[in-house]
């Protein structure tokens, strides 16, 4: 059987190691990746996961051979991952890749952060199709950002999604920067969204005297004020005056206890909130 020969992701890349690195060369052992395993070889919960510490390296005291094959291994234990998952799904379902090609037929609109420890379908438990993803930093919602604003056309008008989910997370280093002051270049524009977010919500945010807690209340009003950009646009409110979908949800991720908190979100009084000056119903 395909599982039994597999073992572990570990065991895969420490043998992985041994055959391409010698021991004198080896400063430090990949850790391996859980998020490209089959759901067989994901052991650890997700947070145990995320809990893993970051190995810091001093490249400048690595040999370039050394280096050279480090992006070699990284590179390749992809697709020995990939080959494992497409064969593991093919044993539970010989028609899985079939059914797949088939086309997407996505309940959910998830427009997340782009920090690599939040995959979307990991932490909801989704499968390959069930969620349309878009991903940026900080999960911002800009009207004049015609990627997101494509995608939100997209998902709606084409696909059909009934649920558009706005997810952000706590310690998110996009609003830790915004609340910088620091001249952070090319990312200044970007994050002038998000303090733009903090001057609206001034009043709130500067009586929040412990500077953690002020930190999580962004992170919350940002995702917030995101939500109210989505139902700012025509195809969200021509489509729900329409169908009555799709919802708007606000949530955001704990990287503590790894679940989802529910802001609880009140789409409709947005939406009716909203009328008065943004109201795109008439086509």
């Not at 065991?11 to 400063?27: C, D, K, M």
């Not at 040999?63 to 494992?84: P, S, W």
């Not at 349309?132 to 009207?143: E, K, Y």
């Not at 977010?197 to 500067?206: A, G, I, K, S, T």
Request: include cysteine; aromatic fraction near 10%.
């Amino acid at each position: 059987m395909f599982n039994s020969r597999v073992g572990t992701s570990a065991t895969l890349l420490q043998s992985l190691t041994r055959r391409t690195i010698p021991r004198q060369a080896r400063p430090f052992l990949f850790p391996p990746s859980t998020r490209l395993a089959p759901p067989h070889l994901r052991r650890r919960s997700f947070a145990s996961s995320a809990a893993r510490p970051n190995t810091k390296t001093d490249w400048r005291a690595m040999a370039e051979n050394d280096i050279t094959q480090y992006l070699r291994q990284t590179h390749d234990r992809v697709f020995e991952h990939n080959c494992r998952w497409a064969a593991d799904c093919k044993a539970k379902d010989p028609d899985y890749f079939v059914k797949l090609s088939a086309g997407q037929t996505p309940e959910y609109l998830w427009i997340g952060c782009s920090d690599s420890r939040i995959p979307a379908e990991q932490i909801t438990g989704l499968e390959p199709g069930d969620a349309f993803v878009h991903r940026n930093i900080a999960n911002l919602v800009c009207n004049t950002d015609l990627n997101v604003m494509s995608v939100i056309t997209y998902a709606v008008e084409h696909l059909k999604v009934k649920h558009i989910v706005v997810c952000g997370h706590y310690g998110c280093g996009g609003v830790k920067a915004a609340m910088t002051p620091k001249d952070l270049g090319l990312l200044n524009p970007w994050l002038r969204n998000i303090r733009d977010v903090y001057r609206l919500h001034e009043q709130e945010l500067d009586a929040i005297a412990d500077d953690d807690a002020r930190y999580n209340r962004l992170v919350e009003l940002n995702v917030y004020e995101q939500c109210r950009n989505v139902v700012k646009s025509a195809s969200v409110q021509q489509s729900f005056a329409k169908n009555k979908f799709p919802v708007v949800h606000g949530w955001v991720f704990g990287f503590n206890d790894g679940l989802l908190k529910d802001l609880k979100v009140d789409f409709e009084g947005m939406l009716k909130d909203i009328q008065k000056i943004y109201n795109l119903t008439e086509s």
